[in-house]
């Protein structure tokens, strides 16, 4: 089933600042590129009872936003077995699939289940769609976005990366995370805004770095975080 998308009307950035960013976005479009799967296999290390209450404790009956996920996922994947475990009350994978419609168009949403999870496949820019978000809205996944998806060393691309930085600190729920892996641009976000807090060991991370594709000239750059947003 298609739909448009209805985000939440309440606490949304006012509509001038929505179409700055909306030309940030659409100015960038041309540094993207699409996300191998391999770079969320990661995931899949994520194993013991401890690591996966970890994990739980911020995202178990929370809404998961997957920036840049490269489409819909199964139960099966990497992806869906982590939501399964950590039982997430929804699933909302935004990306750009078909880069001929314009940022401003409305997002349309591919309504799913992954087992009994709601789920939202979203195809637009996750800038725009972040910008229509309200603020405190759920908990964000970002994998390999300035490494993989966005050729990172134009001007525009730096300006989108750090557009997306604001909003995902904006959008983030407070008390919730974001986390991922072989990101670049949210390096160091503590020291970028005080609301956000580092938070280490949530998995073994040696184990990771062996999940990587063989060839990727990457593997020695597997950056694992995970951040707080903390209450002000």
């Known amino acids: 089933m298609t739909e448009r998308y209805a985000p939440n009307t309440e606490n949304h ?16 479009l041309k540094y993207m590129k699409g996300l191998p799967d ?15 209450a970890n994990f739980k404790k911020y995202l178990e009956n929370r809404v998961l936003f997957d920036l840049g996920n490269g489409g819909m996922i199964s139960a099966d994947s990497s992806v869906g077995k982590f939501l399964l475990k950590c039982n997430a009350l929804k699933y909302v994978g935004v990306d ?40 405190d809205s759920g908990n964000i996944m970002v994998n390999g976005i300035d490494n993989f998806v966005i050729e990172p060393w134009s001007q525009e691309a730096q300006l989108y990366l750090a557009e ?54 990457y593997q020695d750059r597997a950056k694992y975080f995970t951040y707080e947003k903390m209450r002000n």
């Open 13 to 28: 950035l006012p509509a001038a600042e929505i179409a700055r960013i909306d030309t940030i976005a659409e100015t960038a």
């Open 96 to 135: 750009r699939s078909d880069t001929k419609l314009p940022v401003t168009q409305p997002a349309e949403a591919q309504v799913y289940t992954i087992a009994d999870i709601q789920a939202e496949q979203i195809n637009g820019d996750m800038l725009a769609f972040l910008a229509r978000q309200p603020a």
């Open 38 to 52: 391999a770079y969320t296999r990661w995931l899949d290390m994520v194993t013991s009872e401890s690591e996966m």
């Open 164 to 217: 997306l930085r604001r909003q995902i600190v904006r959008v983030l729920s407070v008390g919730g995370i974001v986390f991922g892996a072989h990101v670049d641009f949210i390096k160091e976000l503590d020291k970028a805004d005080e609301k956000m807090r580092k938070i280490e060991g949530m998995f073994n991370q040696s184990r990771g770095l062996r999940v990587l594709h063989p060839q990727d000239l």
